[in-house]
């Protein structure tokens, strides 16, 4: 073809021009750093504290470390994982989160850490995580949380640490908390917890798990229904909670009761109904031959 030899002048400018025009239509495809973030390698984008109101629309795609905490991000865009599947640790720390979509954690299958705290989340509705089977930690701490369902953390069978402390959770249905096998660390404290008669199935779950609360019981306070006071978890036990246990057991007492008179009422119609058929018997069949047979016997 006649190249010029390489290394010369003529042969470089064909070579800049090529690489030129590779990086260009490769920016789009996976390497570019969304404007004003840093990326220290193609698989960190680091965002923080930039004002963002919103996620980048770009990042590269084959990002594994996204760190957008201390902006003014609203939401998690739908299919955010579905594009940025490769993720493995997202940083949403000290955003405006007020809701997370159904959905805004579908492909999410490789992530492992999820800071959320510090946002506005007032709920966690069922299955919130469901993709998310490897995460291993998950911070929604310092938020507004007052509603978790009893299915928002199914199919997480990984997390090892969760963090639901300094929000406003008066109660919490044990069943969340059940459905995380692998569940080592668990931050409770900071809620005004009321302990009423639905706490008595957490505070007996937490006494039974209390190795994974950092600092025991005595980090978590609740507040007396009657009183209008304060106590330590550690100052509870289960007699505590008797008097809904004999609330309980009481209408185990009506029920047995019940089924009790219910089951004699039965006993004696029944019985009366087979006395009456066996006086008609007796009255009916002809006399004659019983006593015949009567007599035999006696011989
Ligand atoms: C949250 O981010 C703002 C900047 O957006 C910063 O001034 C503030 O100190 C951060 N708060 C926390 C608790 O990190
Ligand atoms: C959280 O929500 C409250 C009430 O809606 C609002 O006043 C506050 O500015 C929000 N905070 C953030 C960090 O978005
Ligand atoms: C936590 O408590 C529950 C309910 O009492 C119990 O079934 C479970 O085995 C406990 N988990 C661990 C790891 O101790």
């Known amino acids: 073809m006649g190249l010029p030899p390489p290394g010369s002048p003529a042969s470089l400018l064909p070579a800049a021009a090529l690489c030129l025009l590779s990086c260009l239509l490769s920016a789009?495809?996976?390497?570019?750093?969304?404007?004003?973030?840093?990326?220290?390698?193609?698989h960190t984008v680091d965002c923080r504290a930039r004002g963002l109101p919103s996620v980048p629309s770009a990042f590269p795609l084959d990002v594994r470390k996204l760190l957008v905490a201390d902006n003014h991000i609203e939401a998690i865009p739908a299919d955010f994982f579905i594009f940025y599947g490769d993720l493995v640790y997202l940083d949403f720390r000290n955003n405006s989160l007020s809701s997370l979509q159904e959905g805004a954690f579908s492909g999410s299958a490789k992530l492992i850490f999820l800071d959320l705290s510090y946002n506005n989340l007032t709920e966690l509705g069922a299955g919130t995580f469901r993709s998310a089977a490897k995460l291993l930690k998950l911070s929604l701490a310092n938020n507004r949380l007052a509603g978790v369902d009893e299915a928002a953390f199914e199919s997480l069978e990984s997390l090892q640490v969760l963090e639901l402390n300094d929000n406003d959770?008066?109660?919490?249905?044990?069943?969340?908390?059940?459905?995380?096998?692998?569940l080592r660390t668990l931050r409770l404290d900071g809620n005004p917890w009321l302990c009423d008669c639905e706490f008595a199935?957490?505070?007996?779950?937490?006494?039974?798990?209390?190795?994974?609360?950092p600092k025991g019981l005595n980090e978590i306070q609740c507040s007396l229904?009657?009183?209008?006071?304060?106590?330590?978890?550690?100052?509870?036990?289960?007699?505590?909670?008797?008097?809904?246990?004999?609330?309980?057991?009481?209408?185990?007492?009506?029920?047995?009761?019940f089924s009790g008179v219910a089951v004699s009422i039965a006993a004696i119609i029944s019985s009366f109904f087979l006395a009456t058929v066996v006086q008609c018997f007796q009255r009916c069949a002809p006399n004659k031959d019983t006593d015949d047979e009567d007599e035999e016997e006696d011989d």
């Open 201 to 213: 199935q957490l505070f007996s779950w937490l006494q039974d798990n209390m190795s994974k609360l």
């Open 225 to 257: 229904p009657m009183e209008n006071r304060r106590i330590f978890l550690h100052e509870l036990s289960e007699a505590s909670f008797s008097e809904c246990k004999f609330s309980l057991s009481l209408t185990d007492l009506f029920i047995i009761i």
């Open 169 to 182: 959770l008066r109660s919490l249905n044990v069943a969340a908390l059940a459905a995380l096998p692998s």
């Open 28 to 42: 789009p495809r996976g390497h570019a750093c969304p404007a004003g973030c840093v990326c220290a390698d193609s």
